[in-house]
């Protein structure tokens, strides 16, 4: 488990880690360069195969922090499921996700789905025929899918290589933190490697119960 500690990298030297179509993407948002806290997610993600927790201010780009390493990482994959699982508490949070990460996505053709109850059901359908790439989804759609279609539920989650999990904050106490940590510990047990976790919070105040939460 890290905290995203201080990296002492170059940051120019972790932007040409980045996949070329992710480089090109980043220049066309008009940055030169990376932010401290993405550089230092960077090398945490691909140097070390552990569970990596973000935690910076709002706004400072912890979304593309966790989310560009890991699709430099999953650009090339050819294997069947689901690369990542990015968990929110939030239909709201889901859309907005998906309206940035999409058009990159696009660019990697790396195929990108939201799954909550108000999402299109046409995308869901074909994820389910076809899993791979990433989806964005809540705790509650991934209990339904285990309790309904449990057969899909080990298709799509059976070789996951991330996990991804926004607004840690919000899952470190109470009964929906409880809940989504026996859903992680599930799908961890559908696959014979488990999916390295990265838990992204803005607002967390005492890092090492988000990292034991994070590494249950």
Same mark, same amino acid.
């Given at each position: 488990?890290?905290?995203?500690?201080?990296?002492?990298?170059?940051?120019?030297?972790?932007?040409?880690?980045?996949?070329?179509?992710?480089?090109?993407?980043?220049?066309?948002?008009?940055?030169?360069?990376?932010? +401290?806290?993405?550089? %230092?997610?960077?090398?945490?993600?691909?140097?070390? /195969? !552990? $569970? *990596?927790?973000?935690?910076?201010?709002? &706004?400072?780009?912890?979304?593309?922090?966790?989310?560009?390493?890991?699709?430099?990482?999953?650009?090339?994959?050819?294997?069947?499921?689901?690369?990542?699982?990015?968990?929110?508490?939030?239909?709201?949070?889901?859309? +907005?996700?998906?309206? %940035?990460?999409?058009?990159?996505?696009?660019?990697? /053709? !790396? $195929? *990108?789905?939201?799954?909550?109850?108000? &999402?299109?059901?046409?995308?869901?359908?074909?994820?389910?025929?076809?899993?791979?790439?990433?989806?964005?989804?809540?705790?509650?759609?991934?209990?339904?899918?285990?309790?309904?279609?449990?057969?899909?539920?080990?298709?799509?989650?059976?070789?996951?290589?991330?996990?991804?999990?926004?607004?840690?904050?919000?899952?470190?106490?109470?009964?929906?933190?409880?809940?989504?940590?026996?859903?992680?510990?599930?799908?961890?047990?559908?696959?014979?490697?488990?999916?390295?976790?990265?838990?992204?919070?803005?607002?967390?105040?005492?890092?090492?119960?988000?990292?034991?939460?994070?590494?249950?």
């Amino acid at each position: 488990m890290t905290n995203s500690p201080q990296s002492g990298s170059d940051p120019s030297a972790n932007f040409n880690r980045l996949n070329a179509e992710i480089r090109r993407w980043i220049w066309e948002q008009n940055s030169e360069e990376l932010r +401290d806290v993405q550089d %230092r997610a960077i090398s945490s993600i691909f140097d070390a /195969d !552990i $569970d *990596v927790l973000i935690s910076a201010s709002t &706004a400072s780009g912890k979304t593309e922090a966790a989310m560009l390493p890991i699709l430099t990482q999953i650009a090339d994959r050819t294997s069947a499921g689901l690369s990542v699982l990015y968990v929110s508490p939030l239909k709201a949070l889901i859309n +907005d996700q998906f309206r %940035r990460l999409e058009p990159l996505c696009e660019r990697l /053709d !790396i $195929d *990108v789905v939201r799954w909550h109850g108000d &999402a299109p059901l046409a995308a869901k359908k074909k994820t389910l025929k076809n899993p791979r790439g990433l989806a964005l989804i809540t705790p509650e759609s991934i209990e339904a899918l285990f309790v309904r279609r449990p057969a899909a539920a080990y298709q799509l989650f059976g070789s996951l290589d991330f996990v991804v999990v926004d607004e840690l904050h919000a899952f470190l106490h109470g009964l929906r933190g409880l809940h989504l940590a026996s859903l992680l510990r599930r799908i961890d047990e559908l696959s014979t490697k488990r999916a390295r976790r990265v838990g992204l919070s803005a607002t967390i105040g005492d890092l090492s119960v988000a990292s034991i939460w994070l590494n249950c």
